[in-house]
């Protein structure tokens, strides 16, 4: 015997179910694994690389090193004179890192919350660096920093490098600070802080995730800086790290020392390597936070 459901005059008909296609997730899921493929392969091919003899390079370039090699890592650190180049890209990064951050969130957070006369033509004149390609720039600034007695010092290359990360900061702590509320700022002011006193115990503390953000973007674009230091950086002594991997390639290249060379392309990679391991939740909580503000 068969039941049969009335249905209510008038009563719109039930959608029919339709079962999700699950073939349009695939594209993306395919491509991020490539990409991660296309990234992380020549990364650890480099790496085991580094831990290989001369001979298993060139004659067993995709199998694993019979023994470990990490005195190929010393001889880079020493005698390719890969220590010295960290210790002078740590020098100009550092200090280069350190004053973008001060004149950067200082000149952004007065252009974001104080309105004045010309504000819009500073703030666009500061991001407009960002449009002007720095090749350009190149040689009447080998001749400012030869003028002013610094090219191939590293204050110098401090100030360039400076110069060259401002408006990048500018532009992204500018949007932070706008995106803060207003009302923060106007209870301190009532309780008696002084402008620096409410930009240094209000803004910058909960501008955090995106000073911390744009710290680590300077921070990853400065140290794999290589155009400004060529130009401005003629000094074999105060080479950093990526005009002393340049020259590496060349030096190791002619003596045939493949190990030496994986083995000085592995250092210069960690750092660049921590930085994204240890601050990847401070760079998405950076990203998203000026959004959903």
Request: aromatic fraction near 12%.
């Amino acid at each position: 015997m068969t039941t049969v459901v009335e249905r209510p005059v008038g009563a719109r008909p039930a959608p029919p179910v339709r079962r999700r296609r699950r073939s349009g997730t695939w594209g993306p899921h395919v491509f991020l694994v490539a990409w991660a493929a296309i990234v992380t392969v020549p990364l650890l091919w480099a790496v085991v690389s580094s831990l290989k003899t001369d001979r298993e390079i060139l004659t067993s370039p995709w199998t694993l090193p019979g023994q470990p090699r990490f005195d190929n890592w010393s001889r880079a650190w020493e005698q390719a004179s890969i220590g010295r180049y960290v210790g002078n890209s740590a020098i100009v990064v550092g200090a280069a890192l350190l004053l973008t951050m001060v004149l950067g969130s200082t000149v952004a957070y007065a252009l974001a919350r104080y309105p004045f006369r010309g504000n819009r033509i500073v703030y666009y004149t500061l991001v407009s660096g960002l449009l002007f390609p720095v090749f350009l720039a190149l040689v009447p600034l080998f001749f400012v920093v030869e003028q002013l007695g610094l090219l191939g010092t590293y204050p110098g290359l401090i100030l360039v490098y400076t110069a060259y990360a401002l408006p990048f900061t500018v532009f992204f702590l500018h949007a932070f600070f706008r995106s803060l509320p207003t009302a923060l700022a106007e209870a301190a002011f009532l309780d008696g802080c002084s402008h620096w006193g409410v930009l240094v115990r209000v803004m910058l503390p909960l501008a955090r995730p995106g000073l911390i953000s744009i710290a680590i973007f300077n921070f990853l674009g400065l140290w794999n800086q290589y155009l400004l230091p060529l130009v401005l950086n003629p000094d074999p002594d105060r080479y950093v790290l990526a005009q002393g991997l340049a020259a590496l390639s060349v030096s190791q290249g002619y003596r045939s020392d493949w190990s030496g060379l994986f083995a000085g392309l592995t250092i210069a990679m960690l750092p660049v390597l921590a930085a994204y391991v240890l601050f990847q939740r401070q760079i998405r909580t950076g990203l998203t936070a000026g959004a959903i503000r």
